[in-house]
């Protein structure tokens, strides 16, 4: 990180001494307020005691379903604010290590037979080329969590609107399917709540940022997790400020510029195949990060003030909008994946000693974990 970030990060907290800090996403442009607002309403509504869950669901979805259901909406609603402090993170991470990159190639450019040449430098050490991928791995990171706050975003939104969708699997694009193939249903009030927040997050998605830019992030995250990586293009660029030599002339500084692809979703072989087509986005990824960072936040945000409406209305009219088995469809899982690690017993598991935020333990009791309710979820349906 940057030491001018790190300065303004270490910036102690105002505030009334011993009283809960308020973390660090104001601090690192992550803040979600109106979200934020959604997940402590989801938290209120959760039930410490019988019928457990989100008690005005009361009697949908089923007493496992609806404990199921409610925890995983307020895991998403959390998670959102967690995905987004993760991204500005790796944002100033990625700062950082592409300054390092231009910085090794700083002297790149030489003068060759009165003519300016690019020579870029012999790597001496495994170090030397270490900023290189570090800087790869931060605007991975900093688009995958950008992603995972919007397939989180994508739970709650089948939570608050009670789409018939599983909770557990929630992936925005699918989501986004759904709703549009909801926009036209209005033979119900509840049809009408749903078909309007459809049209309202088309609306939303083209508002915040240039068009297709939703389905790029989305499909640039894929690429990166689940299929080869692309050719990385790139260039040096002459650097701002320019400097002058004892003789006054400029010297031959460079920067390095690090272009993103234009059509993640396709291979190199079907890029190339074009070649009056650019392949690459013609702006620096310092830009397009940015971009996406804007534009990611504000569609959240906007979201939040629509499931907020949703939600309300949903309380008031609890008959008009039940919560459907199918985002909970096969009741509780029991799959495992056998792994008991590479050196199981090394520090045994013993909850006698459980600390956690209050948050945790209103949760464990509105899914009747405790000891003395855990018992009945043998009798629930």
Same mark, same amino acid.
């Given at each position: 990180?940057?030491?001018?970030?790190?300065?303004?990060?270490?910036?102690?907290?105002?505030?009334?001494?011993?009283?809960?800090?308020?973390?660090?996403?104001?601090?690192?442009?992550?803040?979600?307020?109106?979200?934020?607002?959604?997940?402590?309403?989801?938290?209120?509504?959760?039930?410490?005691?019988?019928?457990?869950?989100?008690?005005?669901?009361?009697?949908?979805?089923?007493?496992?379903?609806?404990?199921?259901? %409610?925890?995983?909406?307020?895991?998403?609603? #959390?998670?959102?604010?967690?995905?987004? =402090? #993760?991204?500005?993170?790796?944002?100033? #991470?990625?700062?950082?290590?592409?300054?390092?990159?231009?910085?090794?190639?700083?002297?790149?450019?030489?003068?060759?037979?009165?003519?300016?040449?690019?020579?870029?430098?012999?790597?001496?050490?495994?170090?030397?080329?270490?900023?290189?991928?570090?800087? @790869?791995?931060?605007?991975?990171?900093? &688009?995958?969590?950008?992603?995972?706050?919007?397939?989180?975003?994508?739970?709650?939104?089948?939570?608050?609107?009670?789409?018939?969708?599983?909770?557990?699997?929630?992936?925005?694009?699918?989501?986004?399917?759904?709703?549009?193939? @909801?926009?036209?249903?209005?033979?119900?009030?509840?049809?009408?709540?749903?078909?309007?927040?459809?049209?309202?997050?088309?609306?939303?998605?083209?508002? &915040?940022?240039?068009?297709?830019?939703?389905?790029?992030?989305? #499909?640039?995250?894929?690429?990166?997790?689940?299929?080869?990586?692309?050719?990385? =293009?790139?260039?040096?660029?002459?650097?701002?400020?320019?400097?002058?030599?004892?003789?006054?002339?400029?010297?031959?500084?460079?920067?390095?510029?690090?272009?993103?692809? @234009?059509?993640?979703?396709?291979?190199? &072989?079907?890029?190339?195949?074009?070649?009056?087509?650019?392949?690459?986005?013609?702006?620096?990824?310092?830009?397009?990060?940015?971009?996406?960072?804007?534009?990611? *936040?504000?569609?959240?945000?906007?979201?939040?003030?629509?499931?907020?409406? %949703?939600?309300?209305? @949903?309380?008031?009219?609890?008959?008009?909008?039940?919560?459907? *088995?199918?985002?909970?469809?096969?009741?509780?899982?029991?799959?495992?994946?056998?792994?008991?690690?590479?050196?199981?017993?090394?520090?045994?598991?013993?909850?006698?000693?459980?600390?956690?935020?209050?948050?945790?333990?209103?949760?464990?009791?509105?899914?009747?974990?405790?000891?003395?309710?855990?018992?009945?979820? *043998?009798?629930?349906?």
């Amino acid at each position: 990180m940057r030491t001018s970030d790190k300065n303004r990060l270490a910036i102690p907290y105002d505030g009334v001494p011993d009283a809960p800090p308020p973390g660090p996403a104001s601090a690192l442009g992550a803040d979600l307020p109106s979200w934020r607002q959604l997940a402590e309403m989801i938290l209120q509504d959760l039930s410490t005691e019988p019928p457990y869950g989100v008690a005005w669901w009361t009697p949908h979805p089923g007493i496992s379903r609806r404990i199921l259901i %409610a925890d995983q909406l307020y895991a998403c609603t #959390e998670s959102v604010c967690t995905n987004m =402090i #993760e991204s500005a993170i790796h944002w100033l #991470e990625f700062l950082d290590s592409s300054d390092c990159v231009s910085d090794r190639y700083a002297n790149a450019i030489v003068m060759q037979d009165g003519k300016p040449t690019i020579k870029f430098p012999q790597p001496q050490s495994p170090l030397d080329e270490i900023s290189l991928y570090t800087m @790869r791995l931060h605007y991975v990171g900093c &688009v995958r969590a950008l992603a995972g706050a919007l397939d989180c975003v994508a739970g709650a939104i089948i939570g608050v609107l009670a789409l018939r969708s599983s909770i557990l699997r929630a992936d925005f694009g699918q989501v986004r399917r759904l709703l549009q193939g @909801r926009a036209k249903a209005t033979a119900t009030e509840g049809d009408r709540i749903q078909a309007g927040f459809a049209t309202q997050l088309e609306r939303l998605i083209s508002s &915040v940022g240039p068009g297709g830019w939703l389905e790029w992030a989305l #499909e640039f995250r894929n690429m990166l997790v689940h299929r080869g990586r692309r050719i990385e =293009i790139g260039q040096p660029v002459p650097r701002i400020p320019r400097l002058f030599g004892p003789n006054s002339m400029p010297l031959l500084r460079a920067r390095a510029v690090t272009h993103l692809p @234009r059509d993640p979703g396709l291979s190199d &072989v079907e890029v190339f195949l074009e070649p009056s087509v650019t392949p690459i986005l013609t702006e620096d990824a310092e830009q397009t990060l940015k971009g996406l960072l804007i534009s990611t *936040k504000s569609l959240i945000e906007s979201l939040a003030q629509e499931l907020t409406q %949703a939600w309300n209305w @949903r309380r008031a009219h609890p008959d008009s909008l039940p919560q459907p *088995k199918e985002q909970w469809p096969h009741g509780v899982s029991a799959r495992s994946t056998g792994f008991p690690g590479y050196a199981p017993g090394s520090f045994p598991y013993s909850p006698d000693m459980f600390f956690g935020h209050p948050i945790i333990r209103k949760r464990l009791l509105a899914a009747a974990l405790d000891d003395a309710s855990r018992t009945q979820w *043998k009798t629930f349906d």
